[in-house]
């Protein structure tokens, strides 16, 4: 078998065999095939796209090229939830707790951000002692004890995926949904989970910017989660405007704190309402997405979320006093108040550019060697649709810095007031389960 014969197949348009994929992931995993010929035959598939079992044979390939996670002694369906990401996206902190409290084991792998703010990882680790490192032992103990842990994505897991990422982020060939697909889709199997469920967001603050493309991405991930034997679904949903109110670490772990006590920002607790009543079904804890439903909101209600919330920060070494007390999770110095210069409707809170103005205070990461301050970032008291008056706060700044007039204006110039009224944006876009 020769690479070049491959790469001339697949730019003809013609389907690659199950082997012809499997060596082209081994050859280039094991460093036989170099850059050059893979950065060929991924502009190929770019253009030539490939076709369902391609896409799950390549998914699988990524995945045997490493460790896969065995979470067989976990008791119960193990139910994994993807983002692929947005501004104040705090869903999985609330979310698993939810889902725990109804009886699904949460066993997840999470990683650290580059870009707006931290990961789900840097997040939990503005509490003060937590740990993320756990042994597969102590992993599977946990969620066998509480139903939910979350560790740090294991170092061997998906090598092909990591090599093939990183050419793609130099070769033009990142926006090719088969690439993506699979990309995202090898890291959850390989992470062990029995069904998966996805929030592909779109609009603005989202990779996938337009619902045609996300309804495309949504589709491809699903097909090859079913075609590999992992009950997939996915919801579509809005990221226009930042979800919630909070964006930054220790401000995003205190608003998954009152999300938990039932007092979270409406489109946050929809979100995960929804979310999670898809991982309750698949998790064999209700019979339909209604009897889910009412599940969550009794473990919101009844104080259970929280309380599963406060056990897993304690089996992880953190302080799950800031449970009770928010204000022992990091405080910046100065809270800076941003107030509206005019009366109206918010009609556009562009969550790319505000995302940006949390990381130019310190609170994502630019380069991969940047270091996050945990507790800056900023606070919303706004959304799209709400009336504003003259004075009103439209933003807190959470910051150790005083010198952000740059940052103040930016927010001034992405966040628009009309005098007609905007309708907020339908959060839930469409639910896709095949």
């Not at 139910?79 to 939810?98: E, F, N, P, Q, Y």
């Not at 992470?191 to 491809?220: N, Q, R, W």
């Not at 930054?248 to 929804?274: F, H, M, S, W």
């Not at 301050?373 to 005083?402: A, P, R």
Request: charged fraction near 25%; proline fraction near 2%; include cysteine.
């Amino acid at each position: 078998m020769r690479m070049v014969d491959i790469i001339e197949k697949k730019r003809n348009g013609e389907e690659l065999s199950t082997e012809e994929i499997q060596f082209i992931i081994q050859g280039y995993t094991a460093g036989e095939i170099p850059d050059y010929q893979v950065s060929a035959l991924m502009m190929a598939i770019y253009f030539q796209d490939m076709n369902e079992r391609e896409r799950a044979d390549l998914t699988m390939a990524m995945v045997q090229s490493g460790d896969q996670i065995d979470l067989s002694k976990i008791e119960g369906i193990k139910v994994d939830k993807h983002s692929t990401g947005g501004v104040g996206d705090t869903t999985t902190l609330s979310l698993a707790a939810m889902v725990a409290a109804c009886g699904v084991p949460v066993a997840k792998m999470s990683g650290r951000g580059l870009g707006h703010t931290g990961g789900t990882i840097d997040k939990l680790e503005s509490i003060s002692g937590f740990h993320v490192e756990l042994s597969t032992e102590q992993f599977v103990k946990q969620v066998n004890d509480i139903k939910m842990a979350v560790i740090g994505q294991s170092g061997n897991l998906t090598p092909a995926d990591k090599k093939l990422y990183a050419l793609r982020d130099v070769t033009g060939t990142v926006p090719s949904i088969p690439l993506i697909a699979s990309s995202i889709m090898s890291k959850k199997i390989a992470a062990g989970a029995d069904s998966i469920v996805l929030d592909v967001k779109t609009g603005d603050g989202a990779f996938m910017k337009t619902l045609e493309d996300a309804e495309e991405l949504a589709h491809a991930m699903v097909k090859i989660g079913n075609n590999v034997g992992r009950k997939t679904m996915a919801i579509i949903s809005d990221m226009s405007q930042p979800l919630g109110f909070a964006i930054g670490n220790a401000l995003e772990v205190k608003e998954a704190i009152d999300t938990l006590r039932g007092e979270g920002p409406e489109d946050l607790q929809e979100l995960c309402y929804t979310l999670g009543s898809q991982m309750v079904v698949l998790g064999g804890k209700a019979s339909s997405i209604d009897e889910a439903r009412a599940m969550l909101k009794e473990a919101v209600t009844s104080g259970a979320a929280l309380n599963i919330f406060k056990q897993f920060i304690a089996a992880q070494g953190g302080d799950d006093s800031v449970v009770d007390d928010p204000t022992r999770l990091p405080q910046a110095k100065y809270k800076i108040k941003v107030a509206a210069k005019e009366s109206g409707y918010i009609s556009k809170i562009e969550a790319d550019d505000i995302g940006i103005c949390a990381m130019l205070l310190g609170a994502g990461r630019a380069t991969k060697e940047s270091e996050i301050d945990l507790s800056v970032g900023l606070v919303l008291h706004k959304k799209v649709g709400d009336t504003v008056e003259i004075g009103d706060q439209l933003v807190t700044i959470h910051t150790n810095k005083l010198d952000i007039d740059d940052i103040i204006q930016k927010l001034y110039s992405h966040i628009e007031i009309t005098k007609e009224k905007t309708d907020a944006p339908q959060l839930i876009k469409k639910i896709i389960t095949e």
